[in-house]
T-cell receptor
Framework: AQSVTQLGSHVSVSEGALVLLRCNYS??????LFWYVQYPNQGLQLLLK??????LVKGINGFEAEFKKSETSFHLTKPSAHMSDAAEYFC????????????FGTGTRLKVLA | DGGITQSPKYLFRKEGQNVTLSCEQN?????MYWYRQDPGQGLRLIYY???????QKGDIAEGYSVSREKKESFPLTVTSAQKNPTAFYLC???????????????FGPGTRLTVT
């Protein structure tokens, strides 16, 4: 069955340090992949997505992610953390077969330390 | 501006009462979704609709009902049969691409429902 795993429900980084949030998927076919960010009591906002083409995708707010088929991963990175990056991040997958069901990871809460 | 609106932001109900959460989109998206979010559990799909007058159960549909009479509207009713209705509810929509595939979802701001 298709699944998305986010390693680490909580991640802390110092301001200015590298942000790395991990996402692995499990499916027989490479899915479309998405990263969303959620601030407290708000909806989810798309950071970036991978559908086809270039495996390194750039998103908003300086984030990027690389699709690695061999590792079934889609980790999210940002070179330098900012206090405003503190939020919860969700990785999601969608099989490219016309289905409408997205599979979400359980989320990673990012804390940025001053 | 195009987007998804959910109302109200906060909703309080007594146990045993049905309550309807509103979701409206002006993005002209075909598909709409309802998710429930509980701490530490990510998003769980309640119902989704690909087109008007059609909808499918998600992973946790028991105790919930929906309708899709208009493309822009997808209201969710939390019935008294839902045992633990207190949660944050998110509505989303997505567009069907030329290939028939869906891409990213757009989310509303959410409704926090508290049932006592």
């Amino acid at each position: 069955a298709q699944s998305v795993t986010q390693l680490g429900s909580h991640v802390s980084v110092s301001e200015g340090a590298l942000v790395l949030l991990r996402c692995n998927y499990s499916s027989s076919v490479p899915p479309y992949l998405f990263w969303y960010v959620q601030y407290p009591n708000q909806g989810l906002q798309l950071l970036l997505k991978y559908t086809t083409g270039a495996t390194l995708v750039k998103g908003i707010n300086g984030f990027e992610a690389e699709f690695k088929k061999s590792e079934t991963s889609f980790h999210l990175t940002k070179p330098s953390a900012h206090m405003s990056d503190a939020a919860e991040y969700f990785c999601a997958a969608l099989l490219p077969s016309g289905t409408y069901k997205y599979i979400f990871g359980t989320g990673t809460r990012l804390k940025v330390l001053a | 501006d195009g987007g998804i609106t959910q109302s109200p932001k906060y909703l309080f109900r007594k146990e045993g009462q049905n309550v309807t959460l509103s979701c409206e989109q002006n993005l002209n998206h075909d598909a709409m979704y309802w998710y429930r979010q509980d701490p530490g559990q990510g998003l769980r799909l309640i119902y989704y609709s690909q087109i008007v007058n059609d909808f499918q159960k998600g992973d946790i549909a028991e105790g919930y009902s929906v309708s899709r009479e208009k493309k822009e509207s997808f209201p969710l009713t939390v019935t008294s049969a839902q045992k633990n209705p207190t949660a944050f509810y998110l509505c989303a929509s997505s567009i069907r691409g030329a290939s028939g595939h869906s891409y990213e979802q757009y989310f509303g701001p959410g409704t926090r429902l508290t049932v006592t």
